[in-house]
């Protein structure tokens, strides 16, 4: 059985930041990624690198603050958030991959519960 399990979350000033953990277990996994909610917008894509952590991806409206790691000793996926805007501000999603590296949110097999993130301004 497949476990996904974010953990990090929390309220944070404008300007500070946050480091979001994700741990995957169950079977062996290609990518894993971050996705992320507002309210009342649809779900979008954030980051993703590869199981063994070679390649990475962003979405623009991160790239330059948000740094995703993996660090195979424990399996576990981390999302360093930096420069943090009232609008990162949403539910942050960890989903893993089975086959390929994905900046779609359709490209996730496995999803999280979710961990809220909250910037005030």
């Known amino acids: 059985q497949v476990h996904v399990v974010e953990s990090g979350g929390g309220l944070v000033q404008a300007g500070g930041s946050l480091r979001l953990s994700c741990a995957a277990s169950?079977?062996?996994?290609?990518?894993m990624g971050w996705i992320r909610q507002a309210p009342e917008k649809e779900r979008e894509f954030v980051a993703a690198?590869?199981?063994?952590?070679?390649?990475?991806s962003y979405a623009d409206f991160v790239k330059g603050r948000f740094t995703i790691s993996r660090d195979n000793a424990d399996n576990t996926m981390y999302l360093e958030m930096n420069s943090l805007k009232p609008e990162d501000t949403a539910v942050y999603y960890c989903?893993?991959?089975?086959?390929?590296?994905?900046?779609?949110?359709?490209?996730?097999?496995?999803w999280g519960q979710g961990t809220q993130v909250t910037v005030s301004s």
């Open positions: 169950g079977r062996t996994f290609y990518a």
């Open positions: 690198i590869t199981w063994r952590g070679t390649t990475t």
């Open positions: 989903a893993v991959s089975k086959y390929n590296i994905s900046t779609t949110t359709r490209g996730y097999d496995y």
